[in-house]
């Protein structure tokens, strides 16, 4: 599975943006897709924090606290592509979002529950 994504950048508090995931290869590896987010000076893995995930098949979704609220995760099945859109941005919200994908029957919500990692979109929020 490969995943690409795009659509980071600058915005100012309180500004939306949107960013998007198309995944590639065997499609029976993202029963699950999802973002992670690592905040600037937290590049390791293990700092990774979840930020929101969407099973492929139903469309469930589950978002984390600090999101809940202000993120919408969709997914585009025919092109592939997952969305993320947040509004309503904040300082802290700035960080490096990772794309990933699990072939897991259950939601992503832990760094342990993805089989790939995309290349991270940068996001930078300034008040």
């Known amino acids: 599975v490969q995943l690409q994504a795009s659509g980071g950048g600058l915005a100012s508090a309180g500004d939306s943006l949107r960013l998007s995931c198309t995944a590639s290869?065997?499609?029976?590896?993202?029963?699950?897709l999802g973002w992670f987010r690592r905040a600037p000076g937290s590049q390791q893995f293990y700092q990774s924090k979840?930020?929101?995930?969407?099973?492929?098949?139903?469309?469930?979704?589950i978002y984390a606290d600090a999101v809940k609220g202000r993120a919408t995760i969709s997914r585009d099945n025919a092109a592939n592509t997952v969305h993320l859109r947040m509004s309503n941005l904040k300082p802290e919200d700035t960080a490096v979002y990772y794309c990933?994908?699990?072939?897991?029957?259950?939601?992503?919500?832990?760094?342990?529950?993805?089989?790939?990692w995309g290349q991270g979109t940068e996001v930078t929020v300034s008040s």
């Open positions: 990933v994908a699990s072939s897991r029957s259950h939601l992503i919500s832990t760094i342990y529950d993805p089989d790939t």
């Open positions: 290869g065997d499609s029976s590896k993202w029963n699950n």
């Open positions: 979840f930020v929101a995930s969407i099973n492929w098949g139903s469309g469930d979704t």
